[in-house]
C-alpha cells in the first residue's frame, strides 16, 4: 500500500517538474495515440502522425517534445529547422520506417521511368528527401488522387496501406514490400473470433493492416479517424484493429462506450519506450535531440509540403 502511495507520488512529482520544465524551455508536448496513457494524459497535443506535424508547423514554441518514434520527430525538425525537437528515449523508431532507404528507393525509381513516389510520413527524412510527395494513412487517398491522373505511383513503404489505396483510386499503382510488423500480424481467424462474441459492434481497423483484415472492416481509418468515427457513432461497442494503445483516448472520450481489441497483443514496444522520467530527464538535458541536415531536410521538406497543400476532406 505504501509502495503503490509512495509510485504514484513521485508520478504526481515528476508530473509537476515536467509543467514547470516546459513553461521555462516554452516547450510543447506533443503525443501520438499510441503513446502510454500517463503521457497522453500531460500532452498539450494528442494526435494521428498528420495533426502532429501539422501542429508541429504552427507552434511558437522554441521546443517540441515529441512523444512518438523517430520519424515523427524528424517530421518536426524537417518542417520546423529553428526549434528543439527532442526524442525523449532515443531509441524509439519503427521497424516499417526501416524498411526503406533512400538507396533502395533511388534504385527501385529507376524501374518505372517518370513515376510520381509517394512515402508515407513513417519514412526516414533521407527517404522523404528522395520522394515527390509524402502522405499519412489520413490522407493517402486525397494524397493519390492529388497526382496527375496519367502518371504512375510508387508508394513506399507500406504495401498494405498502398494496397488499401490502390483498392480506392483508379490509378496505376506500384508498391514497396514493406509493413507494420503490429498490424500485419492481425489475422482474419482473430478477427472473426473477436466479431463472433462480439455480434453488431463495428469493426474499425487501421489502413496498415492487410488487405483480407480490411476487407473485414466495417470503418477503415487513420488513428484520429477512428477516434472521430467512435465519438459520433450511435453504437456502443466498437472492434477497434489497431495498437491498443488508442484504446487509452477512446475510453477516455467515450465513457459509456465499450472498445474491444481486435487483438489485445497489438502493442508496438517502440511507442511504449517513452515514460514520465525520459520527458523530464530531455527538458533537463536538452537532448536527445533529432535534427536533420540541412542538404536533406530542404528536399524532403518539399515532399512533407506538398502534402501539407493536399486539401482534406
Ligand atoms: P496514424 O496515427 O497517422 O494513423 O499512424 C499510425 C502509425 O502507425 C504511426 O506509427
Ligand atoms: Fe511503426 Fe507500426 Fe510501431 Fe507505427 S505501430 S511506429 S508503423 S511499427
Same mark, same amino acid.
Given at each position: ?89 532515443? +531509441?524509439?523508431? !519503427? &521497424?516499417?520506417?526501416?524498411?526503406? @532507404?533512400? /538507396? ?5 525509381? %529507376?524501374?518505372? $521511368? ?62 514497396? +514490400?514493406?509493413? !507494420? &510488423?503490429?498490424?500485419?500480424?492481425? @489475422?482474419? /481467424? ?5 466479431? %463472433?462474441?462480439? $455480434? ?62 481486435? +487483438? ?50
Amino acid at each position: 500500500m505504501n509502495d503503490i502511495m509512495s509510485k504514484s507520488e513521485d508520478g504526481e512529482k515528476i508530473k509537476e517538474s515536467i509543467k514547470k520544465l516546459l513553461k521555462k524551455r516554452n516547450a510543447i508536448l506533443l503525443a501520438h495515440n499510441y503513446e502510454p496513457p500517463e503521457i497522453q494524459d500531460i500532452a498539450d497535443l494528442c494526435g494521428d502522425s498528420l495533426e502532429l506535424s501539422i501542429k508541429a508547423s504552427q507552434t511558437d514554441a522554441d521546443v517540441i517534445v515529441f512523444c512518438g518514434v523517430h520519424f515523427m520527430a524528424e517530421t518536426a525538425s524537417i518542417l520546423c529547422p529553428d526549434k528543439t525537437i527532442l526524442l525523449p528515449a532515443a +531509441d524509439a523508431g !519503427c &521497424p516499417m520506417a526501416d524498411m526503406i @532507404t533512400a /538507396e533502395g528507393l533511388i534504385n527501385k525509381r %529507376k524501374e518505372v $521511368p517518370d513515376t510520381v513516389v509517394i512515402s508515407y510520413v513513417n519514412t526516414s527524412a533521407s527517404v522523404k528527401a528522395e520522394s515527390d510527395v509524402c502522405c499519412t494513412s489520413a490522407n493517402v487517398i486525397q494524397v493519390a488522387n492529388s497526382v496527375p491522373s496519367e502518371k504512375p505511383i510508387l508508394m513506399t513503404p507500406d504495401k498494405n496501406l498502398a494496397q488499401y489505396t490502390l483498392s480506392r483510386t483508379n490509378r496505376d499503382i506500384r508498391y514497396w +514490400d514493406g509493413y !507494420c &510488423p503490429i498490424h500485419n500480424n492481425l @489475422t482474419v /481467424e482473430q478477427v472473426k473470433k473477436v466479431k %463472433k462474441a462480439h $455480434p453488431g459492434a463495428p469493426f474499425l481497423a487501421h489502413p496498415e493492416c492487410p488487405p483480407e483484415i480490411l476487407a473485414l472492416a466495417d470503418e477503415i481509418k487513420s488513428t484520429s479517424g477512428i477516434l472521430a468515427y467512435a465519438a459520433q457513432s450511435n453504437n456502443k461497442e466498437f472492434i477497434i484493429g489497431t495498437e491498443v494503445g488508442i484504446l487509452h483516448p477512446l475510453k477516455k472520450a467515450n465513457p459509456e462506450k465499450t472498445f474491444i481489441p481486435a +487483438d489485445p497483443g497489438m502493442i508496438c514496444p517502440d511507442m511504449k519506450k517513452i515514460g514520465l522520467p525520459h520527458i523530464q530527464l530531455a527538458l533537463e538535458n536538452m537532448a536527445p535531440e533529432v535534427r536533420v541536415p540541412e542538404e536533406i531536410r530542404i528536399r524532403a521538406k518539399a515532399a512533407v509540403e506538398r502534402m501539407l497543400t493536399v486539401p482534406r476532406t
